[in-house]
């Protein structure tokens, strides 16, 4: 089913388990997995290498500039007192270009690689769950009651 066929059904308003193939939903379904899975990835991670946890940004740009103060923060000759502004809100949600040492911007950067591989493991096993409905016996409902959540 092509993605135009998909939204005039549910422009229709029919339920998506009776318009929709099991093949078909389980497409639908993995598209909607993936997507919710980069949101989550995009929307933020948490980090205490400030000693306080803090949420920093994981959009794209925000990711290559955490990329590169990671590396900035490995190069050989660094001052005992090098430090790196970056975004970061508090638990209140107040958003500051916060210096941090090496080694913090290093925890940070960390922290981001294990939420991206976690959004990733849980993104795996719920295509692994829509997978295992067999096409034959399995329905429309079943798939679309696989929900990132």
Known sequence: MSANNFIALQRAGLPLGMALAVADAKDVRIAALRAAC?????????SAALGATHT?????TSQTN?????????LPGL????????????AAGNWAFAP????????????AKAWV??????LAALIAQVAAIDP???TAEAVEAVLWA
């Open 38 to 46: 980069a949101a989550a990835i995009g929307g933020g991670f948490p």
């Open 56 to 60: 920093y940004p994981m959009d794209a």
């Open 66 to 74: 955490l990329s590169g103060s990671v590396l900035a923060s490995l």
């Open 79 to 90: 001052a005992a007192d090098w430090t790196t502004p970056f975004w970061c809100a508090d």
């Open 100 to 111: 941090h040492s090496a080694a913090q911007i290093q925890q940070a950067g960390t922290d």
């Open 117 to 122: 591989v976690s959004c990733q493991q849980k």
């Open 136 to 138: 034959n016996t399995g």
